[in-house]
Protein backbone atom coordinates (compact mmCIF):
# COMPACT_ATOMS: atom_id res chain seq x y z
CA UNK A 1 0.00 0.00 0.00
CA UNK A 2 1.25 3.49 -0.85
CA UNK A 3 0.58 4.89 2.70
CA UNK A 4 2.48 2.00 3.98
CA UNK A 5 5.35 3.09 1.79
CA UNK A 6 4.79 6.56 3.31
CA UNK A 7 5.51 5.90 6.41
CA UNK A 8 8.17 4.32 6.37
CA UNK A 9 10.39 6.93 5.42
CA UNK A 10 12.72 8.80 7.05
CA UNK A 11 11.71 12.37 8.34
CA UNK A 12 14.17 15.01 6.84
CA UNK A 13 15.88 16.92 9.36
CA UNK A 14 15.42 21.06 9.84
CA UNK A 15 17.59 23.55 9.55
CA UNK A 16 17.77 26.32 11.75
CA UNK A 17 16.09 29.27 11.52
CA UNK A 18 18.08 31.90 9.36
CA UNK A 19 20.71 34.28 9.74
CA UNK A 20 22.66 37.20 8.25
CA UNK A 21 25.38 36.00 5.90
CA UNK A 22 26.60 39.71 4.60
CA UNK A 23 29.92 40.53 2.49
CA UNK A 24 29.73 43.86 3.82
CA UNK A 25 29.82 45.46 7.62
CA UNK A 26 28.25 48.57 7.47
CA UNK A 27 24.39 48.32 7.44
CA UNK A 28 22.38 48.86 4.84
CA UNK A 29 21.01 52.26 3.41
CA UNK A 30 16.71 52.72 3.04
CA UNK A 31 17.46 52.74 -0.94
CA UNK A 32 19.17 49.70 -0.39
CA UNK A 33 16.80 47.52 1.63
CA UNK A 34 13.81 48.36 -0.78
CA UNK A 35 15.61 46.59 -3.48
CA UNK A 36 16.82 43.59 -1.41
CA UNK A 37 14.05 41.36 -2.04
CA UNK A 38 14.27 42.24 -5.93
CA UNK A 39 17.70 41.19 -5.52
CA UNK A 40 17.29 38.42 -3.63
CA UNK A 41 14.80 37.02 -6.13
CA UNK A 42 17.18 38.02 -9.26
CA UNK A 43 20.16 35.50 -7.13
CA UNK A 44 18.00 32.75 -6.72
CA UNK A 45 16.71 32.63 -10.43
CA UNK A 46 20.64 32.74 -11.44
CA UNK A 47 21.64 30.32 -9.22
CA UNK A 48 18.30 27.97 -9.91
CA UNK A 49 18.34 28.36 -14.11
CA UNK A 50 21.85 28.02 -14.78
CA UNK A 51 22.90 25.47 -17.43
CA UNK A 52 23.55 22.29 -15.12
CA UNK A 53 27.50 22.42 -15.80
CA UNK A 54 27.59 25.60 -13.62
CA UNK A 55 29.05 25.28 -10.35
CA UNK A 56 26.92 26.92 -7.86
CA UNK A 57 30.28 28.86 -6.16
CA UNK A 58 30.82 30.67 -9.41
CA UNK A 59 27.52 31.62 -9.79
CA UNK A 60 28.34 33.17 -6.00
CA UNK A 61 31.21 34.51 -6.37
CA UNK A 62 30.39 36.47 -9.46
CA UNK A 63 27.41 37.84 -7.62
CA UNK A 64 29.85 39.35 -5.03
CA UNK A 65 32.67 40.72 -7.32
CA UNK A 66 29.45 43.11 -8.52
CA UNK A 67 29.46 44.70 -4.98
CA UNK A 68 26.17 42.48 -4.04
CA UNK A 69 25.70 40.61 -0.52
CA UNK A 70 24.66 36.67 -0.01
CA UNK A 71 22.52 36.19 3.23
CA UNK A 72 22.22 33.24 4.71
CA UNK A 73 18.28 33.26 4.18
CA UNK A 74 19.48 33.00 0.60
CA UNK A 75 21.41 30.43 1.08
CA UNK A 76 18.76 28.49 3.29
CA UNK A 77 15.77 29.09 0.72
CA UNK A 78 18.19 27.93 -2.40
CA UNK A 79 19.65 24.62 -0.68
CA UNK A 80 15.91 23.91 0.18
CA UNK A 81 15.16 24.36 -3.21
CA UNK A 82 17.47 21.81 -4.38
CA UNK A 83 16.97 19.49 -1.90
CA UNK A 84 13.55 19.49 -2.49
CA UNK A 85 14.47 18.76 -6.04
CA UNK A 86 16.40 15.67 -4.77
CA UNK A 87 19.57 18.08 -6.57
CA UNK A 88 21.67 16.99 -3.86
CA UNK A 89 25.04 17.94 -5.78
CA UNK A 90 24.16 21.37 -6.21
CA UNK A 91 23.05 21.99 -2.38
CA UNK A 92 25.91 20.43 -1.89
CA UNK A 93 28.31 23.09 -3.26
CA UNK A 94 26.07 25.94 -1.51
CA UNK A 95 28.11 24.46 1.25
CA UNK A 96 31.05 23.97 0.15
CA UNK A 97 30.83 27.75 -0.60
CA UNK A 98 29.87 28.71 2.68
CA UNK A 99 33.02 27.27 4.50
CA UNK A 100 35.34 28.47 1.56
CA UNK A 101 34.23 31.90 1.72
CA UNK A 102 34.58 31.58 5.76
CA UNK A 103 31.22 32.77 6.72
CA UNK A 104 29.36 31.56 9.81
CA UNK A 105 28.87 28.24 10.07
CA UNK A 106 26.35 26.70 12.49
CA UNK A 107 25.84 23.49 13.87
CA UNK A 108 22.29 23.39 11.58
CA UNK A 109 24.55 23.64 8.41
CA UNK A 110 27.07 21.15 9.10
CA UNK A 111 24.27 18.94 10.12
CA UNK A 112 22.85 19.30 6.55
CA UNK A 113 25.96 18.81 5.20
CA UNK A 114 26.26 15.81 6.73
CA UNK A 115 23.36 13.93 5.09
CA UNK A 116 23.88 15.73 1.38
CA UNK A 117 27.67 14.26 1.92
CA UNK A 118 25.85 10.72 2.39
CA UNK A 119 23.25 11.06 -0.58
CA UNK A 120 26.34 12.35 -2.88
CA UNK A 121 29.48 10.60 -1.94
CA UNK A 122 28.18 7.78 0.25
CA UNK A 123 27.73 7.20 4.49
CA UNK A 124 31.84 6.85 4.70
CA UNK A 125 32.33 10.84 2.92
CA UNK A 126 29.58 11.97 5.56
CA UNK A 127 31.28 9.74 8.59
CA UNK A 128 34.92 11.39 7.34
CA UNK A 129 33.41 14.87 7.81
CA UNK A 130 32.17 14.13 11.12
CA UNK A 131 35.04 12.85 12.53
CA UNK A 132 36.78 16.40 11.67
CA UNK A 133 34.45 18.22 13.53
CA UNK A 134 35.91 20.20 16.79
CA UNK A 135 34.28 18.42 20.06
CA UNK A 136 32.36 21.38 20.88
CA UNK A 137 30.72 21.06 16.80
CA UNK A 138 29.63 17.47 17.66
CA UNK A 139 26.17 18.53 18.78
CA UNK A 140 22.57 17.19 18.86
CA UNK A 141 22.29 18.03 15.21
CA UNK A 142 25.31 16.81 13.99
CA UNK A 143 25.15 13.47 16.03
CA UNK A 144 21.13 13.02 14.36
CA UNK A 145 22.23 13.41 11.29
CA UNK A 146 24.90 11.14 11.09
CA UNK A 147 22.25 8.46 12.80
CA UNK A 148 19.78 9.37 10.02
CA UNK A 149 22.19 8.22 7.42
CA UNK A 150 23.37 4.94 9.15
CA UNK A 151 19.59 4.09 9.91
CA UNK A 152 18.72 5.09 5.81
CA UNK A 153 21.48 3.11 4.59
CA UNK A 154 20.43 0.16 7.42
CA UNK A 155 23.47 -0.14 8.99
CA UNK A 156 22.42 -1.57 12.27
CA UNK A 157 25.96 -1.96 14.21
CA UNK A 158 26.98 1.42 13.32
CA UNK A 159 23.42 3.47 13.75
CA UNK A 160 22.94 1.37 17.24
CA UNK A 161 26.52 2.12 18.61
CA UNK A 162 25.89 6.08 17.78
CA UNK A 163 22.46 6.34 18.89
CA UNK A 164 23.77 4.96 22.44
CA UNK A 165 26.19 7.26 22.56
CA UNK A 166 24.19 9.84 21.93
CA UNK A 167 22.37 8.70 25.16
CA UNK A 168 25.43 9.11 26.98
CA UNK A 169 25.86 12.80 25.73
CA UNK A 170 22.38 13.02 26.94
CA UNK A 171 21.35 13.71 22.80
CA UNK A 172 17.91 11.49 23.12
CA UNK A 173 15.23 13.03 21.30
CA UNK A 174 11.61 12.47 19.53
CA UNK A 175 13.47 12.80 16.46
CA UNK A 176 16.45 10.39 17.22
CA UNK A 177 14.35 8.05 18.08
CA UNK A 178 12.07 8.35 15.41
CA UNK A 179 15.20 7.80 13.39
CA UNK A 180 15.93 4.00 14.88
CA UNK A 181 11.98 3.78 14.92
CA UNK A 182 12.24 4.06 11.05
CA UNK A 183 15.00 1.82 11.25
CA UNK A 184 13.38 -1.11 12.68
CA UNK A 185 10.38 -0.66 11.01
CA UNK A 186 11.61 -0.60 7.96
CA UNK A 187 13.24 -4.03 8.11
CA UNK A 188 10.15 -5.70 9.17
CA UNK A 189 11.03 -5.45 13.01
CA UNK A 190 7.81 -4.19 14.64
CA UNK A 191 8.79 -5.71 18.24
CA UNK A 192 11.49 -3.99 18.31
CA UNK A 193 9.73 -0.52 17.37
CA UNK A 194 7.45 -1.37 20.23
CA UNK A 195 10.06 -1.41 23.15
CA UNK A 196 11.91 1.58 21.91
CA UNK A 197 8.61 3.74 22.01
CA UNK A 198 8.74 2.06 25.55
CA UNK A 199 11.46 3.18 26.47
CA UNK A 200 10.97 6.51 25.26
CA UNK A 201 7.99 6.69 27.56
CA UNK A 202 9.99 5.66 30.27
CA UNK A 203 12.60 8.38 29.76
CA UNK A 204 9.74 11.11 29.82
CA UNK A 205 10.87 11.80 25.45
CA UNK A 206 7.33 12.57 24.20
CA UNK A 207 6.18 10.44 20.77
CA UNK A 208 5.04 12.61 18.36
CA UNK A 209 2.46 11.59 15.34
CA UNK A 210 5.04 10.16 13.28
CA UNK A 211 6.07 7.60 16.65
CA UNK A 212 2.55 7.09 17.12
CA UNK A 213 1.61 6.04 13.41
CA UNK A 214 4.80 3.72 13.36
CA UNK A 215 3.59 1.84 16.72
CA UNK A 216 -0.03 1.49 15.17
CA UNK A 217 1.76 0.02 11.97
CA UNK A 218 3.99 -2.34 14.13
CA UNK A 219 0.91 -3.57 16.29
CA UNK A 220 -0.84 -4.08 13.12
CA UNK A 221 2.15 -6.28 11.35
CA UNK A 222 1.50 -8.40 14.94
CA UNK A 223 -1.52 -8.54 14.49
CA UNK A 224 -1.95 -6.80 18.08
CA UNK A 225 -5.71 -4.61 17.22
CA UNK A 226 -6.63 -4.14 20.94
CA UNK A 227 -3.10 -2.29 21.53
CA UNK A 228 -4.32 -0.28 18.71
CA UNK A 229 -6.72 1.32 20.72
CA UNK A 230 -4.84 1.69 23.45
CA UNK A 231 -2.33 3.95 20.98
CA UNK A 232 -5.34 5.66 20.47
CA UNK A 233 -6.18 6.52 24.26
CA UNK A 234 -2.62 6.99 25.05
CA UNK A 235 -2.86 9.78 22.02
CA UNK A 236 -6.22 11.62 23.46
CA UNK A 237 -4.32 11.09 26.82
CA UNK A 238 -1.42 13.58 25.85
CA UNK A 239 -3.60 15.99 23.69
CA UNK A 240 -2.09 14.72 20.39
CA UNK A 241 -4.49 14.84 17.68
CA UNK A 242 -4.92 12.56 14.68
CA UNK A 243 -4.25 14.58 11.43
CA UNK A 244 -5.21 13.39 7.65
CA UNK A 245 -2.61 10.75 7.38
CA UNK A 246 -2.72 9.34 10.95
CA UNK A 247 -6.62 8.54 10.16
CA UNK A 248 -6.05 7.42 6.39
CA UNK A 249 -3.09 5.04 7.95
CA UNK A 250 -5.92 3.61 10.23
CA UNK A 251 -8.36 3.41 8.13
CA UNK A 252 -5.93 1.37 5.97
CA UNK A 253 -5.09 -0.89 8.73
CA UNK A 254 -8.62 -1.73 10.01
CA UNK A 255 -9.88 -1.65 5.86
CA UNK A 256 -6.72 -4.83 5.89
CA UNK A 257 -7.85 -6.61 8.91
CA UNK A 258 -11.38 -7.21 7.32
CA UNK A 259 -13.11 -4.08 10.10
CA UNK A 260 -14.96 -1.96 7.52
CA UNK A 261 -16.86 -0.41 10.40
CA UNK A 262 -14.01 1.03 11.94
CA UNK A 263 -12.43 1.62 8.42
CA UNK A 264 -15.31 4.06 7.55
CA UNK A 265 -14.88 5.99 11.28
CA UNK A 266 -12.00 7.33 10.11
CA UNK A 267 -12.74 7.84 6.72
CA UNK A 268 -16.07 9.93 7.49
CA UNK A 269 -13.01 11.33 10.00
CA UNK A 270 -11.01 12.41 7.43
CA UNK A 271 -13.90 13.87 4.68
CA UNK A 272 -14.93 16.26 7.68
CA UNK A 273 -11.14 17.52 7.84
CA UNK A 274 -10.13 20.83 6.27
CA UNK A 275 -8.10 20.15 3.09
CA UNK A 276 -5.21 22.66 2.95
CA UNK A 277 -3.82 22.86 -0.96
CA UNK A 278 -0.31 20.94 -0.40
CA UNK A 279 1.04 17.64 -0.74
CA UNK A 280 -0.73 16.40 2.51
CA UNK A 281 -3.73 16.93 1.37
CA UNK A 282 -3.30 15.22 -2.18
CA UNK A 283 -1.93 11.99 -0.67
CA UNK A 284 -5.41 12.28 1.99
CA UNK A 285 -7.80 12.46 -1.57
CA UNK A 286 -6.07 9.64 -3.15
CA UNK A 287 -6.14 7.57 -0.14
CA UNK A 288 -9.50 8.12 0.32
CA UNK A 289 -10.49 7.27 -3.36
CA UNK A 290 -8.11 4.18 -2.81
CA UNK A 291 -9.80 2.95 0.57
CA UNK A 292 -13.22 3.45 -1.03
CA UNK A 293 -12.65 1.53 -4.34
CA UNK A 294 -11.26 -1.18 -2.35
CA UNK A 295 -15.00 -1.46 -0.27
CA UNK A 296 -16.79 -1.13 -3.13
CA UNK A 297 -18.35 2.09 -2.00
CA UNK A 298 -18.89 4.34 -5.82
CA UNK A 299 -20.10 6.81 -3.93
CA UNK A 300 -17.64 7.52 -1.47
CA UNK A 301 -14.73 7.76 -4.54
CA UNK A 302 -17.09 10.30 -6.34
CA UNK A 303 -16.81 12.37 -2.92
CA UNK A 304 -13.36 12.30 -2.64
CA UNK A 305 -12.65 12.41 -6.26
CA UNK A 306 -15.08 15.58 -6.20
CA UNK A 307 -12.90 17.07 -2.93
CA UNK A 308 -10.15 16.63 -4.75
CA UNK A 309 -10.59 18.38 -7.34
CA UNK A 310 -12.31 21.27 -5.42
CA UNK A 311 -8.69 21.55 -3.65
CA UNK A 312 -6.70 21.30 -6.88
CA UNK A 313 -8.54 22.29 -10.03
CA UNK A 314 -5.81 20.84 -12.13
CA UNK A 315 -5.10 16.99 -10.62
CA UNK A 316 -1.90 15.19 -11.74
CA UNK A 317 -1.32 12.58 -13.52
CA UNK A 318 -0.94 10.29 -10.49
CA UNK A 319 -4.26 11.74 -9.03
CA UNK A 320 -6.46 10.45 -12.20
CA UNK A 321 -4.49 7.40 -12.34
CA UNK A 322 -6.17 6.61 -8.84
CA UNK A 323 -9.61 7.41 -10.09
CA UNK A 324 -9.30 5.09 -12.75
CA UNK A 325 -7.98 2.33 -11.00
CA UNK A 326 -10.95 2.65 -8.61
CA UNK A 327 -13.60 3.29 -11.10
CA UNK A 328 -12.07 0.02 -13.38
CA UNK A 329 -11.99 -2.07 -9.89
CA UNK A 330 -15.48 -0.94 -9.47
CA UNK A 331 -16.74 -1.65 -13.25
CA UNK A 332 -17.94 1.79 -13.88
CA UNK A 333 -17.59 1.81 -17.60
CA UNK A 334 -19.29 5.32 -17.89
CA UNK A 335 -17.23 7.23 -15.57
CA UNK A 336 -13.93 5.23 -16.62
CA UNK A 337 -14.09 6.84 -20.10
CA UNK A 338 -15.83 9.83 -19.01
CA UNK A 339 -12.86 10.30 -16.73
CA UNK A 340 -9.92 9.65 -19.39
CA UNK A 341 -11.31 12.05 -21.76
CA UNK A 342 -11.50 14.75 -19.20
CA UNK A 343 -7.39 13.79 -18.31
CA UNK A 344 -6.30 13.49 -21.86
CA UNK A 345 -7.91 16.73 -23.42
CA UNK A 346 -6.40 18.77 -20.45
CA UNK A 347 -3.03 16.96 -19.85
CA UNK A 348 0.35 18.10 -20.34
CA UNK A 349 2.75 14.99 -20.38
CA UNK A 350 0.67 11.70 -21.52
CA UNK A 351 1.43 9.41 -19.33
CA UNK A 352 0.80 5.33 -20.74
CA UNK A 353 -0.10 4.12 -17.49
CA UNK A 354 -3.59 6.26 -17.54
CA UNK A 355 -4.85 4.44 -21.01
CA UNK A 356 -3.20 1.16 -19.83
CA UNK A 357 -6.28 1.20 -16.84
CA UNK A 358 -8.62 1.65 -19.56
CA UNK A 359 -7.48 -0.72 -22.08
CA UNK A 360 -6.20 -3.31 -19.35
CA UNK A 361 -10.49 -2.75 -18.15
CA UNK A 362 -11.73 -3.34 -21.98
CA UNK A 363 -9.64 -6.54 -22.17
CA UNK A 364 -10.77 -8.11 -19.14
CA UNK A 365 -14.18 -7.65 -20.05
CA UNK A 366 -13.80 -8.76 -23.81
CA UNK A 367 -14.58 -5.59 -25.52
CA UNK A 368 -12.17 -6.21 -28.71
CA UNK A 369 -13.60 -3.91 -30.47
CA UNK A 370 -13.50 -1.01 -27.74
CA UNK A 371 -10.18 -2.30 -27.13
CA UNK A 372 -8.89 -2.23 -30.96
CA UNK A 373 -10.31 1.68 -31.51
CA UNK A 374 -8.21 2.84 -28.22
CA UNK A 375 -5.37 0.90 -29.24
CA UNK A 376 -5.24 2.69 -32.88
CA UNK A 377 -5.19 6.09 -31.21
CA UNK A 378 -1.91 4.86 -28.98
CA UNK A 379 -0.46 3.56 -31.87
CA UNK A 380 -0.71 6.62 -33.92
CA UNK A 381 0.56 8.99 -31.09
CA UNK A 382 4.31 8.70 -31.95
CA UNK A 383 5.22 8.29 -28.21
CA UNK A 384 7.03 5.78 -27.28
CA UNK A 385 5.02 2.96 -24.87
CA UNK A 386 5.75 1.44 -21.80
CA UNK A 387 6.12 -2.09 -20.64
CA UNK A 388 3.07 -2.37 -19.50
CA UNK A 389 1.28 -1.12 -22.55
CA UNK A 390 3.37 -3.47 -25.03
CA UNK A 391 2.06 -6.35 -23.28
CA UNK A 392 -1.38 -5.13 -23.73
CA UNK A 393 -0.88 -4.23 -27.38
CA UNK A 394 0.79 -7.87 -27.73
CA UNK A 395 -2.64 -9.30 -25.67
CA UNK A 396 -4.49 -7.47 -28.23
CA UNK A 397 -3.45 -8.51 -31.55
CA UNK A 398 -3.21 -12.14 -30.21
CA UNK A 399 -6.73 -11.84 -29.92
CA UNK A 400 -7.33 -10.37 -33.02
CA UNK A 401 -5.68 -12.89 -34.29
CA UNK A 402 -2.96 -10.91 -36.00
CA UNK A 403 -1.03 -12.83 -34.64
CA UNK A 404 2.78 -11.16 -36.56
CA UNK A 405 1.77 -7.94 -35.11
CA UNK A 406 1.82 -9.27 -31.62
CA UNK A 407 5.36 -11.27 -31.62
CA UNK A 408 6.30 -7.63 -33.04
CA UNK A 409 4.96 -5.79 -29.68
CA UNK A 410 6.50 -9.20 -27.82
CA UNK A 411 10.09 -8.64 -29.28
CA UNK A 412 9.60 -4.56 -28.79
CA UNK A 413 9.06 -5.48 -25.24
CA UNK A 414 11.75 -7.81 -24.73
CA UNK A 415 14.40 -5.62 -26.01
CA UNK A 416 12.80 -2.83 -23.31
CA UNK A 417 12.65 -5.19 -20.48
CA UNK A 418 16.44 -6.36 -21.17
CA UNK A 419 17.66 -2.89 -21.00
CA UNK A 420 15.64 -1.91 -17.38
CA UNK A 421 16.22 -5.45 -16.16
CA UNK A 422 12.76 -6.48 -15.72
CA UNK A 423 12.05 -9.53 -15.32
CA UNK A 424 8.01 -9.61 -15.66
CA UNK A 425 7.18 -9.28 -19.54
CA UNK A 426 5.31 -10.96 -20.74
CA UNK A 427 2.88 -11.09 -18.12
CA UNK A 428 2.13 -15.39 -17.08
CA UNK A 429 -1.80 -14.81 -18.70
CA UNK A 430 0.14 -12.96 -21.93
CA UNK A 431 2.42 -16.40 -22.24
CA UNK A 432 -0.64 -18.70 -21.75
CA UNK A 433 -2.51 -16.97 -24.75
CA UNK A 434 0.19 -17.21 -27.31
CA UNK A 435 0.80 -20.81 -26.20
CA UNK A 436 -3.36 -21.34 -26.63
CA UNK A 437 -3.28 -19.61 -30.08
CA UNK A 438 -0.46 -21.90 -31.36
CA UNK A 439 -2.15 -24.87 -30.23
CA UNK A 440 -5.48 -23.83 -31.46
CA UNK A 441 -3.96 -23.30 -35.07
CA UNK A 442 -1.62 -25.72 -35.05
CA UNK A 443 1.19 -23.89 -35.54
CA UNK A 444 4.16 -26.05 -34.65
CA UNK A 445 6.62 -23.92 -35.74
CA UNK A 446 6.05 -20.92 -33.83
CA UNK A 447 4.97 -22.24 -31.35
CA UNK A 448 8.66 -24.35 -31.02
CA UNK A 449 10.46 -20.74 -31.78
CA UNK A 450 8.46 -18.94 -28.81
CA UNK A 451 8.87 -21.97 -26.06
CA UNK A 452 12.50 -21.46 -27.10
CA UNK A 453 12.14 -18.09 -26.89
CA UNK A 454 10.20 -17.99 -23.39
CA UNK A 455 12.97 -20.60 -21.87
CA UNK A 456 16.32 -18.28 -22.14
CA UNK A 457 14.25 -16.54 -20.24
CA UNK A 458 13.42 -18.78 -17.51
CA UNK A 459 9.82 -17.97 -18.37
CA UNK A 460 8.77 -21.39 -18.97
CA UNK A 461 9.05 -24.46 -17.38
CA UNK A 462 9.89 -28.20 -18.90
CA UNK A 463 6.25 -28.64 -19.17
CA UNK A 464 5.88 -25.46 -20.88
CA UNK A 465 3.74 -23.91 -18.25
CA UNK A 466 4.36 -19.77 -16.93
CA UNK A 467 7.02 -19.31 -14.17
CA UNK A 468 4.53 -17.69 -12.19
CA UNK A 469 6.44 -13.73 -12.56
CA UNK A 470 4.20 -10.89 -11.54
CA UNK A 471 4.03 -7.49 -13.17
CA UNK A 472 3.73 -4.70 -10.96
CA UNK A 473 0.93 -2.59 -10.20
CA UNK A 474 -0.15 0.08 -12.63
CA UNK A 475 0.27 2.70 -9.96
CA UNK A 476 3.84 1.81 -9.47
CA UNK A 477 4.96 1.41 -12.56
CA UNK A 478 7.03 4.66 -13.96
CA UNK A 479 5.48 6.62 -16.95
CA UNK A 480 6.69 7.61 -19.88
CA UNK A 481 6.93 11.51 -21.23
Sequence with gaps: MAIMRIISRLIL???????????VTEEPTAAATATQPRKRNLLFYKVVKASPKSRVSDILNNWVNQGNAVKRYDLVNLSSYFRSHKNFRAALQLYDWMESSKLEITNADQ????????????????????????????????????????????????????????????????LNYNNMLSLYYGTEQPEKVIALVQEMEEKNIAPDLYTYNLLINSYAALKNLDAIEGVLEKMKSNNVECDLFTCGNLATVYLNSGLHEKANVFLGMMEKMEIQPDKNAFEACRTLIKLYSEMNDLSGVNRAWERLKSAFPSPNNTSYLFMLLALSKLGDQENL????????????????????????????????????????????????PNLRTLNLFATLCVKNSQI??????????????????????????????????????????????????????????????????????AENEQPIS
Excluded at 343 to 368: A, F, Q, T
Excluded at 410 to 433: H, Q, V, Y
Aim: with cysteine; charged share 30%.
Design 111 to 174: AVRIDLLSKTEGVSSAEKYFNTLQESEKTNKTYGALLGCYCRERDFSKAFEIFEEMKVLNYSTT
Design 404 to 473: DSGLKYLEMGLDKAKTRNSKWFPTDETIKLFLDYFEENHDSDRAEKFIQRMKTLNRLDSNSLPMNTKAPD
Design 13 to 23: HKSSAPRWLCT
Design 337 to 384: EKVFKEWEKGCSSYDYRLPNVLLEYYLSHDMIEKATSLYESLADRGTE
